[in-house]
């Protein structure tokens, strides 16, 4: 099981389990991967994040600050921006940079090879993507089908947690149905008004469908 520190419906998440984090842009959902990926240093585990537009040091920032402290260490990062290492992590061993959201290969051999490290290493391992909407412009929906098929069972044989984020608004119902079928359970995000969010989890054994503030 993987616990939960964030505000959260279960304490814990069965491993194996892959979630989909799917709502209107704006909602939050990449604030709230970071949330459940950074729970990870709580409990001597280790995220690998899948970065389809923010650099390494932004994602680097955002973990740090949502655990309060200056900064974290064996972040593994897969950038798919295409861009030159640099900044302060331009030496770090952790991160592993694919040309392009388009080479979903690059991605997949990337991030098997991060999760294998930190497995061999004696840690379980929580893998997030942002995000999937953004893998959607470079290739269909069947390509991108195939890419999660591979993700998301490496994830679930390794006894991980798999988090991928998915801007429902922008693609049409059976986009979104298709992808939907390869996830355990999903949390939808929404905006309350008033600059409050709120998200809801679907699909989890002991979780009720009540919205939480966050």
Request: glycine content about 6%.
């Given at each position: 099981m993987y616990s939960i520190d964030t505000d959260f419906p279960v304490d814990s998440i069965p491993s194996g389990t892959n979630l989909l984090i799917t709502g209107p842009p704006m909602t939050g959902?990449?604030?709230?991967?970071?949330?459940?990926?950074?729970?990870?240093?709580?409990?001597d585990e280790r995220a690998?994040?899948?970065?389809?537009?923010?650099?390494?040091?932004?994602?680097?920032?955002?973990?740090?600050?949502?655990?309060?402290?200056?900064?974290?260490?064996?972040l593994g990062i897969v950038d798919c921006a295409g861009r030159e290492r640099s900044g302060n992590?331009?030496?770090?061993?952790h991160i592993r940079s694919v040309s392009s959201p388009a080479d979903l290969t690059g991605i997949g051999m990337?991030?098997?090879?991060?999760?294998?490290?930190?497995?061999?290493?004696?840690?379980?391992?929580?893998?997030?993507?942002?995000?999937?909407?953004?893998l959607l412009m470079?290739?269909?929906?069947?390509?991108?089908f195939r890419f999660l098929h591979i993700l998301t069972g490496r994830i679930s044989s390794a006894d991980g947690l798999g988090l991928c984020t998915l801007d429902s608004d922008v693609h049409d119902d059976q986009t979104v149905n298709t992808v939907k079928q390869l996830f355990d359970g999903a949390i939808e995000t929404r905006n309350e008004g008033d600059d409050s969010r709120a998200f809801r989890v679907l699909g989890l054994p002991d979780a009720d469908d009540r919205w939480i503030d966050f």
């Open positions: 959902k990449y604030d709230l991967l970071v949330e459940l990926l950074a729970d990870s240093y709580r409990y690998v994040f899948i970065t389809t537009q923010k650099s390494p040091d932004q994602i680097h920032a955002d973990f740090a600050a949502g655990l309060g402290v200056d900064s974290v260490t064996d992590h331009a030496d770090d061993e990337a991030s098997s090879e991060l999760i294998e490290t930190f497995g061999d290493r004696g840690h379980r391992v929580r893998t997030g993507l942002s995000s999937l909407s953004q470079y290739a269909d929906v069947k390509t991108v």
